[in-house]
């Protein structure tokens, strides 16, 4: 069947308008909160991880599933968490992560094949974890922290 370009025109039209919607809702389920909105979980990871670096901001999205959460150090750190607080992601840029948060066989794996670099990124996923060392290279660990590959 052959389309009329009218017809593919208002069809592009109408799915940038769909588009379009979809985006502005999205933006309207993320607000600014105070640290101290925050799950109680994750204040309590703050202080104990961070107690010297200050909160500059929080953003919350509302998704289906719940809210998530992204706390912004005033150095720069970003860490995110989940609806009940637990974090999903720590990004100190160039500074290490504090070690107590890696687990003992990824940390174990990074001293031993990459000795004088520390862990700048560390990232909870479905299959395990990823790390990025403070030189940019990527690593994947299973969720026993077993070493799977270095990624791209």
């Excluded at 204040?43 to 912004?72: I, M």
């Excluded at 974090?87 to 066989?105: L, R």
Aim: with cysteine.
């Amino acid at each position: 069947m052959i389309m009329s370009t009218s017809t593919n025109v208002k069809v592009a039209v109408a799915t940038m308008l769909v588009l379009a919607c979809a985006s502005l809702v999205s933006c309207r389920n993320e607000t600014v909160i105070t640290a101290g909105q925050l799950p109680e979980a994750a204040q309590n990871f703050l202080r104990e991880y961070f107690p010297e670096s200050p909160v500059s901001y929080v953003k919350k999205e509302k998704e289906l599933k719940g809210s998530t959460y992204e706390a912004v150090l005033q150095d720069g750190t970003e860490i995110d968490f989940d609806s009940k607080g637990e974090w999903d992601n720590v990004d100190c840029k160039s500074a290490a992560v504090p070690a107590a948060i890696v687990p003992s066989a990824v940390a174990g794996h990074v001293q031993a094949n990459f000795p004088g670099q520390s862990i700048s990124k560390i990232d909870r996923e479905h299959y395990g974890f990823e790390v990025e060392l403070a030189g940019g290279l990527e690593l994947r660990f299973d969720k026993d922290g077993k070493f799977v590959r270095i990624d791209d």
